[in-house]
């Protein structure tokens, strides 16, 4: 998960404001549930029921589930790259 600096960053880039109140919201279920937070208010339909009346508010959901997606596979793909590279290390040591 992002810090919610980048959510921010995120908003003025795209918004020209910051909208915490909405990541504020969705990242609520942390508390509770840690990692596995995005199992709730992390989709498109609950961020329509929730600010149907709120376009801006809207797509900064839709910015912040971007963005905790984006965040995510990166760090997946560099976790796996520095495995990937230990094992190479391994091996080498091995043969010597």
Do not use: C, Q
Not at 18 to 25: I, K, L, P, Y
Not at 45 to 66: R, S
């Amino acid at each position: 998960m992002p810090e919610h600096r980048i959510h921010r960053w995120v908003d003025r880039l795209f918004l020209s404001k910051e909208r915490e109140d909405v990541h504020a919201w969705m990242d609520e279920p942390y508390k509770w549930l840690k990692a596995r937070h995005r199992i709730l208010r992390h989709d498109p339909f609950t961020l329509f029921l929730k600010y149907h009346d709120d376009p801006e508010g809207f797509l900064a959901g839709l910015l912040h589930i971007a963005t905790d997606f984006g965040v995510s596979k990166f760090n997946k793909s560099r976790k796996n790259a520095k495995r990937k590279k230990r094992k190479s290390k391994n091996k080498k040591r091995r043969r010597r």
